[in-house]
T-cell receptor
Framework: EPEVTQTPSHQVTQMGQEVILRCVPI?????FYWYRQILGQKVEFLVS????????KSEIFDDQFSVERPDGSNFTLKIRSTKLEDSAMYFC??????????????FGPGTRLTVL | AQSVAQPEDQVNVAEGNPLTVKCTYS??????LFWYVQYPNRGLQFLLK??????LVKGSYGFEAEFNKSQTSFHLKKPSALVSDSALYFC?????????????FGTGTRLLVSP
């Protein structure tokens, strides 16, 4: 069964450093997403990406964040200058195209980011 | 704005007994509703969804959920719980009228099934 994969599983970084989180969505999916889950809190939407551009972003997704689909398979989230409060589990997800968002999103296993 | 409430942080049930995990939602338009399950150190796994049609939807692992528009609820149910069902369950909503794709999640309910 196809699945979303993410690397690394755990990333430790110093405050102020740049990090890139990587994801390989399911191959025939057209929509890509990043969510995050701060420890003990709910899953929060960051950004959605379709047709090589951001289609929606939350207020969390400020200028420190960017996303890219550098080739036909990878989808990345970059945080330019990490803050302590960026420590969280980051989930990548993907979904098929089709009727107005009725398709379920498939989530990867997550990358735990720890900012020291 | 969309929101989801899961009023119970934890639900305890004995194996073999029926279980219910509660979810209520708020959207300005009509909802798409989803349930996901998260096992320790794993991502979210899709269980089931309500799009349209029958109010009772069936999903993976014997789970089902009932959409109640008047009560704006989408409770997750299973007739007979298994110890292996112990996990964190998230309800999520998307407003079909906005055209946006994002899911809005509840805070999650931890289900503990005792042997």
């Amino acid at each position: 069964e196809p699945e979303v994969t993410q690397t690394p599983s755990h990333q430790v970084t110093q405050m102020g450093q740049e990090v890139i989180l990587r994801c390989v969505p399911i191959s025939n999916h057209l929509y890509f997403y990043w969510y995050r889950q701060i420890l003990g809190q709910k899953v929060e939407f960051l950004v959605s990406f379709y047709n090589n551009e951001i289609s929606e972003k939350s207020e969390i997704f400020d200028d420190q964040f960017s996303v890219e689909r550098p080739d036909g398979s990878n989808f990345t989230l970059k945080i330019r200058s990490t803050k302590l409060e960026d420590s969280a589990m980051y989930f990548c997800a993907s979904s098929e195209g089709g009727l107005a968002g009725s398709n379920e999103q498939f989530f990867g296993p997550g990358t735990r980011l720890t900012v020291l | 704005a969309q929101s989801v409430a899961q009023p119970e942080d934890q639900v305890n049930v004995a194996e073999g007994n029926p279980l219910t995990v509660k979810c209520t939602y708020s959207v300005s338009g009509n909802p798409y509703l989803f349930w996901y399950v998260q096992y320790p150190n794993r991502g979210l796994q899709f269980l089931l969804k309500y799009i349209t049609g029958d109010n009772l939807v069936k999903g993976s692992y014997g789970f089902e959920a009932e959409f109640n528009k008047s009560q704006t609820s989408f409770h997750l149910k299973k007739p007979s719980a298994l110890v292996s069902d112990s996990a964190l369950y998230f309800c999520a909503v998307r407003d079909r009228n906005t055209g946006f794709q994002k899911l809005v999640f509840g805070t999650g309910t931890r289900l503990l099934v005792s042997p």
